[in-house]
């Protein structure tokens, strides 16, 4: 049986991530406007749009993981995987190619999730 700690550690990750999505889809405007993001619509939009439905879809896997992190094991490592990519794939771009620092540092948060995913896969009592 998972520890309730655990279950309530993947509930905040689902509600972070639904937090993403909506702020991507709800403010857009004023998310690109603290956060530094540049550039003409549609591509801005379809881009944030894309993000925040991808992030939405990784927030339901971690709600149902919620309800029980031992079944839904595989979801978790998708978790590590996803997080741990898409924190490099904003540090790429903000290093190499000049994307908004704020960016990076914000989706930076997500390791810190992939790294409990992971401490969890392979510490947690099952």
Do not use: C, E
Not at 8 to 32: E, I, K
Not at 44 to 50: N, P, Q, R, V
Request: glycine share 10%.
């Amino acid at each position: 049986m998972t520890d309730p700690g655990w279950k309530g550690f993947f509930f905040v990750a689902a509600l972070f991530n639904f937090g993403a999505a909506g702020a991507f889809l709800l403010v857009p405007d004023l998310l690109y406007q603290l956060l530094g993001i540049t550039g003409t619509a549609p591509a801005t939009g379809l881009y944030s749009d894309a993000f925040a439905v991808m992030a939405g879809i990784f927030g339901l896997g971690y709600w149902w993981v919620a309800a029980d992190p031992a079944a839904n094991r595989n979801l978790i490592w998708l978790g590590v995987i996803g997080k741990t990519a898409i924190v490099l794939v904003f540090w790429v771009h903000a290093l190499a190619y000049g994307a908004p620092l704020a960016l990076a540092l914000l989706i930076s948060l997500d390791i810190v999730f992939a790294v409990m995913f992971w401490i969890y896969l392979t510490h947690a009592t099952q």
